[in-house]
């Protein structure tokens, strides 16, 4: 059995009348990744505050690396690293100026943070321009940088908060691999993120938050297993004909239509004998000229939007983005 690296329990934080985060009940074994996920204002940036010390729960205990966030706090930061939404490194800097500044802030010797930035620099490909300012580079480089000063002191829990945010796929490839390095290497990984490619390709375990409340946890696998069967996935040019679309394709579907909050997309899961052409004349028959209709097996977007449904209008998380000063 592998020791536990993050345990809550009951774990919430309240502002006024509004539950942020509700009843958290996680357990993360060490060198393991947990991926939660949720819509905007489901409560994901919340925990992160909560776990790494940055924001006190309301109710609720939270260990991380065997020490209790809310008495021992200083202690725990010494055990993890954060990487927020935003790269908070210093433009006015050169990358190696940012992570020996980083290294100093955790009053580590002055030897082993030149060698750790070396080192660091080397395994996320930015050696050839670690000594030119940081205002200089492309945002999958500064994501880089930001990453690897979480990096710095080697913590044994590190925490990520949609890491890959408005990154291109090719920086986005470069820091799946270098977090499947440190897992690797025995690093435990908290991850939020809103890409579902991202959570079926990197974590063990997912918790689906909804509205501060867990909705489902488990590993990728298993939360596809659940829902079973097969999708038919329809993509319309305008979403002014979801409703239509919808009616047109409900007498096919064995469960709940769902709707993409951000394109013109519905998804059902689909009765076994129904053949895609007889989809195809239902929406034409219905005056729906779709851009695409496809059937395939269950993803975890299909899990997310059946159990978080149509979140276009995101609640209130009152907390940001985790900061920088952490480190």
């Known amino acids: 059995m592998r020791p536990v690296a993050v345990r809550t329990r009951g774990l919430g934080k309240r502002f006024g009348d509004l539950w942020a985060l509700h009843e958290l009940d996680l357990e993360v074994p060490a060198g393991t990744v947990l991926g939660l996920l949720g819509h905007n204002g489901a409560g994901k940036t919340t925990a992160i505050r909560i776990l790494t010390t940055l924001t006190v729960p309301t109710t609720g205990t939270a260990e991380v690396a065997g020490l209790d966030v809310a008495s021992e706090p200083a202690r725990v930061r010494s055990r993890i690293g954060l990487a927020g939404q935003y790269a908070s490194v210093d433009e006015l800097m050169s990358a190696r100026a940012n992570l020996r500044m980083v290294g100093s802030l955790y009053h580590l010797p002055s030897a082993e943070v030149r060698c750790r930035a070396d080192e660091l620099l080397e395994r996320i490909g930015l050696v050839d321009v670690a000594d030119r300012l940081v205002r200089m580079f492309s945002g999958g480089m500064r994501r880089r940088l930001d990453l690897a000063a979480s990096l710095i002191a080697s ?173």
């Not at 097996?297 to 907390?319: E, I, K, R, Y």
């Open 155 to 327: 913590p044994p829990v590190l925490f990520l908060d949609e890491p890959t945010t408005g990154l291109d796929p090719q920086s986005r490839n470069q820091i799946w691999t270098l977090l499947a390095e440190l897992v690797g290497d025995g690093a435990t990984l908290i991850l939020t993120t809103q890409y579902l490619e991202e959570a079926d390709r990197i974590a063990d375990q997912i918790v689906v938050l909804d509205h501060g409340r867990i909705a489902a946890q488990g590993m990728p696998s298993e939360l596809k297993a659940r829902l079973g069967g097969e999708r038919i996935s329809v993509t319309l040019p305008k979403r002014d004909q979801l409703d239509v679309a919808r009616a047109a394709l409900a007498r096919f579907a064995d469960g709940p239509v769902a709707t993409d909050a951000t394109v013109p997309e519905l998804t059902a899961p689909v009765v076994l004998s129904t053949r895609l052409v007889e989809v195809v004349r239902a929406l034409d028959a219905a005056g729906i000229d779709a851009i695409d209709v496809t059937r395939r097996q269950a993803t975890l977007d299909d899990v997310f939007l059946t159990l978080t449904g149509n979140h276009s209008a995101p609640t209130c998380d009152p907390d940001a983005a985790p900061e920088a000063a952490l480190r």
